[in-house]
Nanobody, 122 residues
Framework: VQLQASGGGLVQAGGSLTLFCTQSGGTLSAFDMGWFRQAPGKEREFLTGIKRNGYNKYYSESVKGRFTISRDNAKNTVYLQMNNLKPVDTAIYYC????????????????WGQGTQVTVSS
């Protein structure tokens, strides 16, 4: 499975962005999906995950209430809607796929997108 993350960019604090994770070479519906981010000098951080059925979603405390994950298996795409962005959200954002159940452990995922940069200015 190959993942492609896109949608990042520069936004002012309080603004919004939507990230996209598209999959080729397989069937996205076979995977639980997660979004992670990594800021310079920091570890990769779990943000949110969605089960393959699209109904069960999980959020870290740092993004709960501001970020929303969703998926469209027919389009092989997972979305991350990010609202009320803050400068601390500045990082490279990655999507990841896992054949087994969602986990917050980044090294337990089977495939990764290349990352998309999100920069939030104050």
């Amino acid at each position: 499975v190959q993942l492609q993350a896109s949608g990042g960019g520069l936004v002012q604090a309080g603004g919004s962005l939507t990230l996209f994770c598209t999959q080729s070479g397989g069937t996205l519906s076979a995977f639980d999906m997660g979004w992670f981010r990594q800021a310079p000098g920091k570890e990769r951080e779990f943000l949110t995950g969605i089960k393959r059925n699209g109904y069960n979603k999980y959020y870290s405390e740092s993004v709960k209430g501001r970020f929303t994950i969703s998926r469209d298996n027919a389009k092989n795409t997972v979305y991350l809607q990010m609202n009320n962005l803050k400068p601390v959200d500045t990082a490279i954002y990655y999507c990841a796929a896992r054949l087994k159940l969602i986990t917050t452990m980044w090294n337990q995922y089977d495939a990764w997108g290349q990352g998309t940069q999100v920069t939030v200015s104050s």
